[in-house]
């Protein structure tokens, strides 16, 4: 079982940037590979970024070059950086959690991104 809680949404002019944390408890983080995600209202949950517990990354096309997620396994964190936003990366931001050979999956409560023009 794990626990995931997003920290760091907010409001941002266009070209601007937000740093997105999510901390996880409640087992061990390396085991699990790391992902943000992002929703608008009446759209799918799209994939924004993961990384895995070695720290191997990919990214969506929409983010390449201004997005940067890392991990810190000793802190059981993970982090988005999102540089030179843009409106359309207005969106609620999710942590997601999945189990590496379980393949069991959480979802964080999700954190709201608006990024005025």
């Known amino acids: 079982q794990v626990e995931l809680e997003e920290f760091g949404g907010g409001l941002v002019q266009a070209g601007g940037s937000l740093r997105l944390s999510c901390a996880a408890s409640?087992?061990?983080?390396?085991?699990?590979?790391m992902g943000w995600y992002r929703q608008t209202p009446g759209k799918q949950r799209e994939l924004v970024a993961y990384?895995?517990?070695?720290?191997?990354?990919n990214y969506a096309d929409s983010v390449k070059g201004r997005f940067t997620i890392s991990r810190d396994n000793a802190k059981n964190t993970v982090y988005l950086q999102m540089n030179n936003l843009k409106p359309e990366d207005t969106a609620a931001y999710y942590c997601?959690?999945?189990?590496?050979?379980?393949?069991?999956?959480?979802w964080g409560q999700g954190t709201q991104v608006t990024v005025s023009s």
């Open positions: 997601n959690a999945v189990h590496s050979i379980t393949r069991m999956n959480y």
């Open positions: 409640g087992s061990i983080f390396s085991v699990y590979v």
């Open positions: 990384i895995t517990g070695g720290g191997s990354t």
